[in-house]
């Protein structure tokens, strides 16, 4: 199933094999298993009531954790198969690179980030890690979906090194990803393989353009303010002259479309190039560069770079999406609070985990039940905890 791929892309058969051993798979690649475990957790279909941007849409067409991430996989998938790397592990990088995630957004993960300050902070890179290893308890033999060592790295390390070299201290990570690396090298001062690199980057082509797409579409700002990104208000006003006629619905999608079909065809290009410069050999050699060899050209890093200034200041910090946050921020804190006063108000399974734990235990704990929570579960406990806890004054 290798044949076909680049020289220096990941093999399956030369995988470093799983944590807890298991026989091969007589259907099944390692890295295709890995996919299929993701798809079928739990935290996976969690994704479908977590936010991107909005707290708990009303409308059903804003994007959603779950639909981004599939989002994601389709890009991915589209440049690993160009790039002749591995699709399925690009798949399954893709299709985990949120499982971490807390409800509502980033307000969720910086409220709880703040409540575990005392006790090693949160950072949903850490927390996806906890879930893959961790969290998900389904399987006889282990804890977590106990992924390839692959699709571990490339997880952990999907932005880049962690550690500048050896000797490196533990204190400068987060906590999950400290301990687990004393327990198995995930080679954290060195890029991850080409795959991870595919997934990171098609993450962010994803969700700048789907969030501009939902921003155009909950009216936080017009095409007409496009303007403000030199390429994106050209690609918009080309494809409203082209097509004069057309509906708004069909202007929007048309011309998101193209401006992410530029940013792909922009990667194959640079990534072309840095290939060429550097003539791995093999994915060893592409952990060893010193600099990612998936990547945008320096003309289209400007262009990514205006786009996401548009974005923070015209939607991430608009003053109802900034309302929504504040009061998600609120719950999240409140919520950590009263579990930690009280594991009585936890869940039963969650209780009698609790009962042996220290402090700092005790509060990660609770950071992973309050991270695995949809958007729509959060703000039920915050109003039944809040009106009981009124009620007992």
Not at 133 to 147: K, S, V
Not at 153 to 158: A, L, M, N, Y
Not at 180 to 192: H, K, Q, R, T
């Amino acid at each position: 199933m290798s044949n076909g791929l680049a020289p220096y892309a990941t093999r399956w058969r030369e995988s470093r094999g799983r944590l807890h051993p298991e026989p091969d798979s007589e259907t099944r690649t390692p890295f295709q298993r890995d996919r299929d475990r993701i798809v079928h957790s739990t935290a996976f279909r969690r994704l479908k009531h977590k936010t991107q941007v909005f707290v708990s849409p009303e409308g059903d067409h804003f994007r959603t954790r779950l639909t981004h991430s599939l989002e994601v996989s389709q890009i991915a998938r589209t440049m690993a198969r160009c790039l002749r790397l591995d699709e399925d592990l690009a798949e399954a990088l893709a299709l985990a690179h949120d499982l971490g995630h807390t409800p509502f957004g980033h307000a969720g993960e910086e409220a709880l980030d703040e409540a575990m300050r005392p006790w090693g902070g949160f950072d949903h890179n850490d927390q996806t890690l906890r879930v893959l290893t961790r969290l998900e308890q389904h399987y006889a033999e282990f804890d977590g979906l106990n992924p390839t060592w692959e699709t571990l790295e490339g997880v952990v390390k999907h932005n880049g090194p962690l550690v500048d070299g050896e000797p490196w201290s533990e204190a400068r990570l987060p906590p999950t990803i400290a301990a687990f690396g004393a327990v198995w090298d995930l080679e954290l001062a060195s890029w991850p393989g080409p795959e991870a690199q595919v997934a990171a980057i098609a993450d962010d082509i994803a969700y700048d353009h789907h969030d501009l797409d939902d921003g155009l579409r909950a009216g936080l700002f017009t095409i007409g303010e496009l303007d403000a990104v030199p390429h994106v208000g050209a690609v918009f006003r080309e494809v409203a002259s082209r097509y004069a006629n057309a509906e708004l619905r069909r202007i929007i999608h048309e011309s998101v479309r193209r401006l992410i079909g530029a940013m792909v065809h922009d990667v194959l290009d640079e990534t072309g190039r840095r290939v060429a410069a550097a003539a791995p050999g093999h994915v060893a050699d592409i952990r060893q560069l010193g600099h990612p060899v998936v990547a945008f050209s320096g003309a289209m890093r400007e262009k990514d770079r205006a786009l996401k200034d548009f974005l923070f200041t015209n939607m991430y910090r608009h003053r109802s999406v900034m309302k929504e946050a504040d009061e998600a921020a609120r719950m999240v804190q409140a919520l950590f609070r009263w579990f930690m006063a009280d594991h009585a108000l936890l869940p039963a399974e969650w209780r009698q985990a609790a009962r042996p734990c220290d402090e700092a235990s005790a509060a990660r704990l609770v950071a992973d039940y309050i991270a695995g929570m949809t958007d729509r579960y959060a703000m039920q406990r915050y109003a039944r905890l809040k009106n009981h806890l009124s009620s007992e004054k």
